[in-house]
C-alpha cells in the first residue's frame, strides 16, 4: 500500500510537475504571442507576413516577395538591386531596414527570420547600440550601411557627421564620401555647434513635438537638411562634457531633424550620475558576444537574434554614391518673381534702397538694403561685401539683386556702377539697363581704380553740393530740401572680384579710394557692394576701417579655409555657414556680423531670358518716362578689348540731338563738364570755330580722348605708329566725329592716303568717303594716286591763298577744311632731296605740304597727317616741321622716338601692360595736356553700322 500511494504521490507530483510545465509552457508560448505583437506594431507588413510564417512554409514566395521591396529595405545589398536602382525623391518616412532577426520556433528545430524595419525619420528616435570590445567593427560595418541606406533615401537632403575620437576616424571610412559637418578638432565645439543649430532650426520653425522638422512643408526646407550623426565607440576618450552634450543631442535632435547612433561600447563604464537608459527614445540594440538579441523598450523577453544590417561592399558603396552624386539634388529653386511691368519704379530712394533677393527662414523675404532705417533703432546700413567660392551661385546673386532694385527704383533714384574686376562678362547684360551708368568689363586694375577715384570726386561733389547751395548735410535731407527740383539718384557700385582693383597697386590708390568711399559716402548717396572669393584681399590697407563700415556681410559657399578663418561674422553666423552648401545659399547679417541678426536663406534664381526680358521692358519704360538723358548714359569699357566709337557716350550726344548743334548748343554742349555728360572744355568759344574730335576711349570711365582743334596756327594733327589697325581706327575716329560737329555745308574734306594697296586697313578711307561722306553730300576729294595727291595739294595752297584774301572778319564763315593725309613718305616727290651741299631739301610738293601746314589752321585747314613711324615721317618734313603740329598723337614706339615726337617716355612704355589692348598717347604741346587712350576699333560691319546711324539720326531727324 505503502508502495501504491508513495507511486501515486510520484505520480501526482510528476502530473503536478507535468502541469507547471505545461503551465510554464503555455505562458512563455503566451509571453512570445505577446512579444510577437508587440514586435508587429514596428514592422511593416511586408515583415508581418513572415511573421506569419510563410518565410518557412513557403519559400519562393517569401523570395518572390522580398523581390517586391525597394532596395532600401531589401536584406543585404545586393548588386543587382542596386545596379537598377535610380535615385530620385521618396516617401521619407517609410521605416528603415536594419538587419535580420531571427529565434529559433519552439517546439522545433527550425528558426524562423525577419528582416527588421525601424520607424526612423519623423520619429523621434534615436539608435543605441551595446557591444563589447570585440564586436566594435560589427558595430562600425552596421553604421556604414546604415549610413549609405539614409544617404540613398534622403540623397541630397542629408549631412552626415560621424564621431570617433578613440580610433581618429578609422570607424568610418565611407566620411569621406559622404557630405559631411565640417569638424575643425575640437568636438565639443563641434557638438556645441550642432546644439546651436538645433535652437535655431526649433526657433526658425517653430518646432516641438507635435510639430517635427520632417514635417515643415519642403518648399520651407529648401535652406535645411536632415543631419545623422554616427558616434563610435562611446566613452573611450569622450570627456565630461561631450558625453551631456552628445545624449543631449541624441534627445532633442530628433525633433529638428538630427538623429544620432550610438555605439556604446559596454566595457567602458559610464560616470554614476549618467545613464543611457534616461533616453527615453532611443531604439536599443545590443551585439554580445556571438548572441543578439532584441530589446523592447526596456523589456528583455524573448531570445530573438538580430543580425545587423552588414556593411556593403566597396563597388557597391561606390556604385550607390556615384549615383546619388550624380542625381540632380532635389532641392526647390526660387523663381525670381518679376515685378509686373505695371508696378515698375514705384519706390523712393530719399531714405533707403532696398530689394528682396530670396527667401529665408519661415519663407520670410531675403533682403538687402542701403540707407538709413529710421524705424528699427534707427539703424544705417551703408556698405555691403558678398562673399563665396566659385559656383556658390554669386553671379545669380547679382543678377536678383540688380535687377529687382531696378525694377522697384527709376533711374532717377538709382545709379548702377558695375565693375566686373576679373576676366568675366557677368554685367554684359546690363549694357542696356537705363540705371547703369558704368558697365566695365575684364578691366585693367587702372581703369577700376579710376572708377573709384571718379566717385570719391563725386562724393567731395556732392558734398559740396548738400552744404554750399542746400544747407544740409546728407544726402536724405538733399533730397526733402531739393522737392525733386535736381535729380540726384543714389549711386550703387557693385565691383565683382574687387581684390582685382588692387593687383599692382603701389601706391595703395584703390585702398584709399575705397576707404574714402567706405567712410563718406554714405553721406552722399553712394554705396558700394564688394564681392569676392573671400571677405578680406591681401592688399587690402585700411582693411579695418573699410570693413567698420561695411554693415552688410552676405555670405555663400566658401572653402573650407576661409569659412574656418572668418572674422566679418560671429559664432552663430559662421556656424549657419555650414548650411551654405548648395549654390543659391546664403547667410546675410545687415548689423557688421553681429551675433543674432543672421539670416540663412536662399537667392531666387533668375533665369537668362528673364533677364534679358526685364531688361528689354525696363529700357522700354525708361523711353516713355522722359527720362533725363544724361541718367540714361551708359559708359562701357571692355577692358581688353578697343573700344567702339559707338560706346563714346560724349559723341552719343550728339548724335541723339537728331539734328546737328547750332554753334550756342555745342558751347554749351562742349563747356558742360564730363560727368555730365559733355566734353568739359571750358575753353570751348564759338568765335573761334572750334571742333572736337575723338580718337579713342581714356584708361578710366568718362574719359574719351578727344582733339579739339580751332583756327589758330600750328592746330594741326599728327598721328605715327606702325599698329596700323590702331593708327586707321583713330583717323576713323577723327572723321566721324568732323561729321558729327557740322553740317555739309560747314565742313569740306580732302583725303590722302596712301596706304598699301590691299591691306586691310587700306579700305578706311575710300570706304568713309564712298560711304557717309558721300551720302550725306559733304563736299570731298580723295585722293589715292601720287598724281591725285600733288593736285590735292595744289588745291589746298590755292585756297589757302583765296582765304588769305578774304576779310578776317568773314573768314568765320567759311567752311571748315578737314585734309586727312596717311603715309605721304609713299610718294617719292615728296620725300626730302639731297641738295648739291649734301643737305636734305624740300621738293616743290614738300614746300606746298607746308604752306597747307603752316598757313592753312588759322584759316580753318587743319591738316591731320600719319606716318607709320618717326622716320617714315622725317622722309616728308624737316624736323622743324614738327613745331606746326600742336597736337601729336603716338602709337607704341622706341623711347628716343617718344622723345622726338611727344617730348614724353610714355609713349614708349604703353603696351607694359602686354599687347590687349593696344593704348595711343596723346599730348597737346601747347597746353601740356596729355592722356592715353584706345583707340577705337575699325571692324568693317560695326563701322558701317555706325555711318548708317549717323546718316540716318543726323539728315533725317
Ligand atoms: N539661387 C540659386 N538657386 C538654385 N541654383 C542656383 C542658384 N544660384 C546659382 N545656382 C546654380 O548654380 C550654378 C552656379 O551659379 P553661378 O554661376 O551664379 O555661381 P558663381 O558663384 O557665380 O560661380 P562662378 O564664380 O563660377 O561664375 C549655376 O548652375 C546656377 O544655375
Not at 501515486?8 to 502541469?19: D, K
Not at 520556433?105 to 551595446?130: A, S, W
Not at 566613452?235 to 552634450?245: H, N
Not at 570711365?701 to 578727344?706: D, E, K, L
Request: charged residues 25%; negative net charge; glycine residues 6%.
Amino acid at each position: 500500500m505503502f508502495f501504491y500511494n508513495q507511486a501515486i504521490r510520484q505520480l501526482q507530483s510528476r502530473i503536478a510537475q507535468g502541469n507547471a510545465r505545461v503551465q510554464a509552457l503555455k505562458e512563455e508560448r503566451m509571453e512570445l504571442t505577446r512579444s510577437f505583437n508587440a514586435i508587429k506594431s514596428s514592422f511593416t507588413v511586408a515583415a508581418l507576413q513572415f511573421f506569419n510564417g510563410q518565410l518557412l512554409e513557403n519559400k519562393d514566395k517569401a523570395d518572390k516577395h522580398l523581390d517586391t521591396l525597394s532596395p532600401y529595405n531589401k536584406p543585404a545589398w545586393e548588386a543587382e538591386a542596386w545596379n537598377a536602382w535610380e535615385p530620385q525623391k521618396q516617401d521619407i518616412h517609410t521605416p528603415l531596414y536594419f538587419g535580420l532577426m531571427t529565434t529559433p520556433l519552439p517546439d522545433t528545430d527550425q528558426v524562423f527570420g525577419i528582416p527588421t524595419i525601424m520607424d526612423f525619420i519623423g520619429h523621434n528616435k534615436c539608435v543605441i547600440v551595446e557591444s563589447g570590445p570585440e564586436e566594435c567593427n560589427d558595430v562600425y560595418a552596421f553604421f556604414q550601411s546604415m549610413a549609405l541606406r539614409i544617404n540613398a533615401r534622403l540623397l541630397h537632403n542629408v549631412n552626415f557627421t560621424f564621431i570617433d575620437p578613440s580610433g581618429f576616424g578609422k570607424a568610418f571610412p565611407i566620411a569621406r564620401q559622404l557630405n559631411t559637418r565640417v569638424d575643425s578638432g575640437d568636438l565639443f565645439r563641434l557638438l556645441e555647434e550642432i546644439g546651436r543649430d538645433i535652437t535655431r532650426i526649433n526657433q526658425t520653425y517653430g518646432l516641438s513635438d507635435d510639430r517635427m522638422f520632417d514635417s515643415i512643408a519642403d518648399a520651407v526646407l529648401i535652406n535645411e537638411k536632415f543631419e545623422v550623426i554616427f558616434v563610435a565607440n562611446f566613452l573611450k576618450d569622450y570627456d565630461r562634457r561631450v558625453i551631456e552634450k552628445l545624449l543631449k543631442i541624441a534627445e532633442q535632435g530628433p525633433v529638428a531633424g538630427k538623429y544620432v547612433f550610438i555605439h556604446h561600447n559596454t566595457c567602458e563604464e559610464l560616470p554614476r550620475d549618467i545613464s543611457l537608459d534616461g533616453i527615453a527614445n532611443a531604439h536599443r540594440v545590443a551585439i554580445s558576444g556571438d548572441e543578439f538579441s532584441w530589446k523592447m523598450g526596456n523589456r528583455q523577453s524573448i531570445p530573438l537574434y538580430w543580425w545587423p544590417d552588414e556593411k556593403p561592399t566597396d563597388e557597391i558603396t561606390d556604385l550607390v554614391i556615384k549615383k546619388i552624386k550624380s542625381s540632380i539634388p532635389k532641392e526647390n529653386p526660387i523663381d525670381w518673381k518679376a515685378i509686373k511691368p505695371a508696378n515698375y519704379w514705384k519706390e523712393t530712394a530719399t531714405q533707403v534702397i532696398e530689394t528682396t533677393v530670396g527667401i529665408s527662414g519661415n519663407r520670410s523675404p531675403l533682403n538687402i538694403w542701403f540707407g538709413h532705417k529710421h524705424s528699427e533703432d534707427s539703424r544705417e546700413c551703408s556698405h555691403a561685401i558678398l562673399a563665396g567660392m566659385t559656383g556658390s551661385g554669386k553671379s545669380n546673386f547679382y543678377h536678383a539683386f540688380i535687377l529687382s532694385l531696378a525694377c522697384r527704383y527709376s533711374p532717377e533714384e538709382v545709379s548702377l556702377y558695375l565693375i566686373d574686376g576679373k576676366d568675366g562678362v557677368e554685367f554684359q547684360d546690363y549694357k542696356q539697363l537705363p540705371h547703369a551708368a558704368v558697365v566695365s568689363l575684364k578691366s585693367l586694375p587702372g581703369l577700376s581704380r579710376s572708377i573709384l577715384s571718379d566717385l570719391t570726386e563725386e562724393i567731395a561733389r556732392r558734398n559740396k553740393l548738400f552744404s554750399e547751395e542746400y544747407g544740409v548735410d546728407k544726402y536724405e535731407n538733399f533730397r526733402l530740401k531739393s522737392g525733386g527740383k535736381l535729380i540726384l539718384p543714389r549711386i550703387l557700385l557693385i565691383v565683382d572680384e574687387y581684390q582685382e582693383l588692387l593687383e599692382g597697386d603701389v601706391n595703395a590708390e584703390a585702398s584709399a579710394h575705397l576707404r574714402l568711399i567706405a567712410e563718406k559716402g554714405r553721406s552722399a548717396g553712394i554705396h558700394m557692394l564688394l564681392g569676392s572669393q573671400r571677405f578680406g584681399a591681401a592688399n587690402l590697407m585700411y582693411a579695418a576701417s573699410i570693413f567698420a563700415n561695411i554693415e552688410m556681410r552676405i555670405a555663400m559657399k566658401l572653402s573650407l579655409s576661409d569659412r574656418l578663418a572668418l572674422t566679418e561674422f560671429g559664432k552663430e553666423g559662421k556656424d549657419l555657414l555650414a548650411n551654405c552648401d548648395l549654390p543659391g545659399k546664403v547667410v546675410v547679417n545687415d548689423r557688421g556680423g553681429n551675433d543674432g541678426h543672421n539670416k540663412l536663406g536662399k537667392v531666387a534664381i533668375i533665369k537668362k531670358d528673364d533677364r534679358l526680358q526685364v531688361i528689354a521692358e525696363l529700357t522700354a519704360k525708361s523711353m516713355e518716362q522722359h527720362i533725363p538723358p544724361e541718367l540714361l548714359i551708359t559708359n562701357i569699357f571692355n577692358g581688353t578689348e578697343q573700344p567702339h566709337i559707338i560706346d563714346n557716350t560724349q559723341l552719343a550726344q550728339l548724335l541723339n540731338h537728331n539734328h546737328w548743334m547750332d554753334k550756342q548748343e555745342m558751347e554749351q554742349f562742349a563747356r558742360k563738364e564730363i560727368y555730365h555728360g559733355g566734353i568739359g572744355e571750358i575753353g570751348w568759344f564759338s568765335g573761334e570755330t572750334p571742333f572736337v574730335f575723338w580718337l579713342g576711349q581714356e584708361f578710366n570711365v568718362r574719359g574719351h580722348s578727344n582733339v579739339v582743334t580751332r583756327r589758330r596756327q600750328r592746330e594741326n594733327v599728327l598721328i605715327i605708329g606702325d599698329n596700323n589697325d590702331a593708327r586707321y581706327g583713330i583717323m576713323f575716329g577723327i572723321l566721324s566725329s568732323a561729321v558729327l560737329n557740322a553740317p555739309n555745308t560747314d565742313v569740306h574734306f580732302y583725303i590722302a592716303d596712301k596706304s598699301i594697296p590691299g591691306a586691310p586697313w587700306s579700305n578706311v578711307l575710300p570706304n568713309f568717303c564712298n560711304g557717309l561722306i558721300q551720302e550725306m553730300k559733304y563736299r570731298q576729294q580723295f585722293a589715292g594716286k601720287n598724281t591725285e595727291v600733288i593736285n590735292m595739294l595744289q588745291t589746298l595752297t590755292a585756297e589757302v591763298a583765296a582765304r588769305k584774301d578774304i576779310p578776317e572778319e568773314e573768314r568765320p564763315q567759311l567752311p571748315t577744311i578737314i585734309f586727312m593725309a596717311a603715309d605721304l613718305d609713299r610718294i617719292d616727290s615728296l620725300n626730302l632731296q639731297m641738295n648739291k651741299y649734301g643737305s636734305p631739301e624740300e621738293t616743290e610738293a614738300g614746300k606746298m605740304l607746308r604752306q597747307v601746314i603752316t598757313e592753312g589752321p588759322a584759316l580753318g585747314i587743319h591738316a591731320f597727317i600719319s606716318f607709320e613711324g618717326v622716320l617714315p615721317m622725317y622722309n616728308v618734313f624737316n624736323k622743324r616741321n614738327l613745331e606746326f603740329f600742336r597736337h601729336r598723337v603716338a602709337l607704341q614706339m622706341s623711347e628716343q622716338d617718344a622723345f622726338d615726337l611727344v617730348r614724353r617716355r610714355e609713349a614708349s612704355r604703353l603696351q607694359a601692360h602686354g599687347n590687349k589692348p593696344i593704348a595711343a598717347f596723346y599730348i597737346d604741346i601747347g597746353s601740356n595736356k596729355s592722356s592715353v587712350f584706345k583707340p577705337y576699333i575699325v571692324s568693317k560691319g560695326m563701322s558701317e553700322t555706325f555711318v548708317k546711324e549717323i546718316a540716318k539720326k543726323l539728315v533725317n531727324g
